[in-house]
């Protein structure tokens, strides 16, 4: 039963998607809910799965080919593909016997070049002969088209020539590819994926659009890492996930998110929208780029669930397995840029969200405490807002609770 398979519906947001990969081609056989086509979106990969165990009987769309919704992709045959083969062969069969293909052409082509072989005169026989050219070969001049002596011979010099224009270009391209080599310097053009071409033009148009501005402070996160390394072990026999400083930048964020609601805000046209719960993105590396999933009601959650959630985020971004529903919306995000290494950066907003916090290497370094210097594991905070929403008062106020819950945990938990 033949059956047509048709892109996925997208939702409002997306307009349209490229085909990047066809994972099983006509004939082939596949199996139910097998991954047969993948198709880039502005923000996920959306896989085509094979409805049934059969094949693909023709395709409609190339690779590289953009996509709409419920846009027919292939037809797919329902079945066992070992009859396929079979019809297969009896098609090619009766091409190959088809009246299109009898042995006319060739006595035709036999019937001329015997004629052409006859219409030499005995010199020109002799020399073709004699420098081994075939007398089909030489075009004549004389009267009805015979080939005289004189044709011989600037169909051997024709010969000659071409010759010696192909060693020539041979040991011109030989002596490129040498100097090519020796040189060492290569440079390959990959197209740009919709998701790095989308991250880019969301990127810019934040810097474009918003009047972006950025504020820092440090952290000490030796009490966090002594709450850790007590409960490390209780905790995750308890939860059956890792407590990780995730979960703590998450609730601290909620708590100062709560008494700055402006930071939690956004403009939409010459309006200042607030929301009254805390979806917070959290940044993530994947192969494909960079992807923002959103924690919803992160105020509601306790630090097991947010580590569980980020757990799976990580996983899906990894496995490409991210949905629409996962990266839609957000009030605030987090980017923790020190899991690679980063010292200090100035993140960049993600519209239309008005904040974006900035993570960064635990690092041990003198500090004064007191009087007294002593090396503590310290963090860069970096705090990147939008001064057309939020004043420098603001962000500072926001960035210092998030840095005092932080530096005194039990807060966090007692939400004071």
């Known amino acids: 039963m033949s059956t047509e398979i048709k892109a996925p519906t997208f939702p409002e947001s997306i307009a349209d998607g490229t085909l990047i990969a066809w994972n099983k081609q006509p004939n082939q056989p596949c199996q139910r809910d097998e991954v047969i086509a993948e198709i880039e979106t502005d923000k996920v990969v959306l896989e085509v799965m094979a409805p049934a165990d059969g094949f693909l009987q023709s395709i409609s769309k190339n690779e590289g080919d953009t996509i709409v919704s419920n846009e027919l992709l292939a037809i797919y045959e329902e079945g066992d593909i070992a009859e396929q083969p079979a019809a297969t062969a009896e098609k ?121 501005l950025t504020t820092f402070n440090e952290v000490n996160m030796q009490p966090i890492m002594k709450l850790r390394e007590k409960y490390k072990d209780a905790f995750a026999k308890q939860h059956d996930v890792k407590l990780g400083f995730m979960s703590f930048f998450i609730k601290a964020c909620s708590e100062a998110l709560k008494s700055h609601p402006e930071v939690n805000a956004s403009i939409e ?126 962000a500072v106020t926001f960035l210092v609770k998030i840095k005092d819950l932080l530096e005194d945990p039990t807060r966090i938990v007692l939400q004071v």
Do not use: W
């Open 92 to 212: 090619t069969a009766a091409a190959v016997t088809s009246p299109a293909t009898t042995s006319k052409p060739a006595e035709v082509d036999t019937v001329t070049e015997t004629t052409t072989a006859n219409n030499l005169s005995p010199a020109a026989r002799k020399m073709a002969t004699e420098q081994g050219i075939k007398p089909e070969t030489i075009q004549g001049t004389g009267k009805s088209g015979r080939v005289t002596k004189e044709d011989v011979v600037n169909h051997s010099k024709n010969l000659a020539s071409t010759a010696t224009q192909k060693v020539d270009s041979s040991q011109a391209n030989a002596t490129q590819q040498i100097e090519t080599m020796s040189m060492g310097r290569h440079s390959k053009r990959v197209p740009m994926s919709r998701l790095r071409a989308t991250v880019a033009e969301r990127l810019v148009q934040a810097q474009n659009s918003a009047a972006m």
């Open 269 to 394: 046209s010459n309006d200042i929208v607030y929301h009254d719960y805390q979806d917070i993105g959290v940044a993530v590396s994947s192969k494909r780029g960079l992807v923002v999933p959103v924690l919803r009601n992160t105020e509601t959650k306790s630090l097991a669930s947010i580590e569980k959630e980020v757990r799976s985020f990580s996983e899906k971004a990894r496995d490409g397995k991210l949905s629409i529903d996962d990266m839609s919306g957000g009030t605030f995000t987090v980017s923790n840029g020190g899991v690679f290494g980063s010292l200090l950066s100035t993140p960049i907003l993600n519209p239309p969200q008005s904040a974006i916090l900035g993570m960064h290497k635990i690092q041990e370094r003198v500090v004064v405490v007191d009087g007294k210097m002593e090396i503590l594991p310290m963090m860069y905070l970096a705090l990147s807002y939008d001064h057309r929403l939020l004043d420098g008062k603001e």
